[in-house]
């Protein structure tokens, strides 16, 4: 090894090796690990470091970046509205993800807005959670392209930790893992309402702690597409209404997406809703708009006696368009307001019904979700 003809090609070919390595490490996100850890590895563990990186550490162009971190400013706001002229967060371009038996996602084009906050919503296996892994660079489509302007995280529905972590180390963690830290772990952790179990091992923590935990590492890790997977389905009342206005708040900014099956709470803190029936978004765009497009005319009509026959009266009207049975009378969708205001009142009249209250219903996003999931073909 001493004749210089033996070791300065293999020393040129290494240094070569290297300077493809930090190429690529500066023009891709990097996975896993941060550039800087990466690029010490690769010089450090000459060729075998960055072999490893580019392996594992290197990063498509059109996928998320690991978490970075900054302090995410929390003011207390009012509902935020997304802005039309930033570029989306992220977008899907006709992706698709299929398991077998034909289910998954099929051909998604899901627009994220750079602020504000998107309510996934939809039944049971309509393929909220695979979209959103899919968001999160976790699982790779089998067609179609995604694109991000931003760094992304995700938080699961049921996050699991090191158990004999504390919560405080837990974020700590995760901050320190991003390189551009700055958010305090104990103000993640006072967002997430977790303050007086800092110093608890994370073991012994119940769903709903375990869920605030997820979103205490979320804020910690800075990321500006904040992905949340029903992140109330543990907490009780007071919790979820704490937990929705952090929402809120994050939602001024940053792009969260928000699967809930709890539509009211879709409702509350949404602005943009995307609507996944089957593996397919059968409805993206504001909530008011979903609202005002698919609200019937609703009467809600509380009955002492005489339900039945109202019910039947009215089921073969032309201006009804729907008649539940509740447990206090009857709720009435009408094909207009007029013929609700009007006609109404007289068959109830002609009934013989005993009414004791006849209210407007307000729109509501259960039922609009309900039938848009049950009448489209
Ligand atoms: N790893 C997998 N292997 C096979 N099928 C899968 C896999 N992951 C998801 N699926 C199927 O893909 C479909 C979508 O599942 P997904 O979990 O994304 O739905 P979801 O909307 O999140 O449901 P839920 O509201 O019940 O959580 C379902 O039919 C599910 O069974």
Not at 85 to 113: E, N, S, Y
Request: charged content about 20%.
């Amino acid at each position: 090894m001493r004749n210089p003809a033996v070791w300065l090609p293999i020393a040129a070919l290494l240094l070569a090796f290297i300077v493809v390595c930090y190429a690529q490490l500066i023009s891709r996100p990097a996975k896993y690990l941060p550039k800087a850890v990466w690029a010490l590895i690769i010089l450090a563990q000459i060729p075998i470091g960055g072999v490893l990186y580019l392996i594992i550490g290197r990063s498509e162009r059109t996928t998320a970046e690991p978490p970075p971190t900054a302090t995410p400013a929390l003011p207390e706001v009012d509902r935020p509205r997304p802005v039309a002229t930033q570029p989306p967060a992220v977008r899907t371009h006709a992706i698709t993800k299929l398991f077998p038996g034909d289910v998954g996602l099929h051909a998604v084009d899901l627009t994220v807005p750079a602020r504000g906050v998107y309510g996934l919503v939809g039944p049971n296996g309509a393929g909220k959670t695979t979209l959103l892994s899919l968001l999160a660079g976790l699982r790779r489509p089998d067609a179609g392209r995604l694109s991000t302007t931003a760094q992304v995280m995700l938080c699961p529905d049921t996050p699991a930790f090191e158990p004999w972590l504390t919560a405080a180390e837990t974020v700590e963690l995760f901050r320190r893992l991003s390189p551009n830290g700055t958010t305090g772990t104990d103000h993640a952790l006072a967002l997430a309402g977790l303050t007086a179990a800092r110093d608890r091992r994370v073991g012994g923590f119940s769903r709903g702690m375990a869920q605030r935990l997820g979103l205490a590492v979320v804020l910690a890790s800075g990321a500006q597409v904040l992905l949340l997977d029903e992140p109330t389905s543990a907490l009780d009342p007071q919790g979820r209404a704490e937990i929705l206005n952090l929402i809120t708040a994050l939602g001024r900014d940053h792009a969260v997406v928000f699967s809930s099956h709890i539509l009211a709470d879709i409702q509350r803190v949404a602005d943009t809703v995307g609507v996944l029936r089957e593996g397919r978004l059968i409805y993206q765009g504001p909530v008011d708009e979903l609202l005002d497009r698919h609200t019937r005319p609703s009467w809600q009509l509380h009955l002492r006696a005489g339900a039945d026959r109202l019910a039947d009266r009215l089921g073969g009207l032309d201006w009804v368009a729907a008649v539940r049975r509740h447990e206090q009378g009857l709720r009435v969708d009408t094909t207009s307001v007029h013929a609700g205001e009007t006609l109404l009142p007289a068959e109830i009249s002609a009934s013989g019904a005993e009414l004791i209250a006849f209210n407007p219903v307000g729109a509501d996003l259960e039922t609009v979700f309900l039938n848009l999931v049950e009448v489209q073909p």
